[in-house]
């Protein structure tokens, strides 16, 4: 699993030819610590064969990226597309359904979550 960091940030988001998933957590957050299992038990491999890079930022380690898409609470997951554009900030833990729709809208293939659950 990658971790975005503010040394990284423009490699991996601004030069992504890919729709990139994120994840901010902190690692004193229980809901971020069970977010954090999901992506690394089914989540992340889910999102390489659809397509999705799938990052993970630890906001305490990354004040700089915490303030530019202005975190406030976390878990704090967001999508940024190849072109820039913001789509799908989600405040809080979802359901696994929720993390795999997203990617399955990424991914524009419809995968089998989108089925199972859509």
Known sequence: MRELTDGNYEKLLKQSDRPVFVDFYSPTCGPCRSLLALIEGRLVDYAEEQGVTLLICDV????????AFKIRSVPFTIAVLPDGRLKYPELGLKDEAYYFGVIDKLSGKGGFFSRLFG
Not at 60 to 67: F, H, I, V
């Open 60 to 67: 305490s380690r990354n004040p700089r990226l915490a303030e």
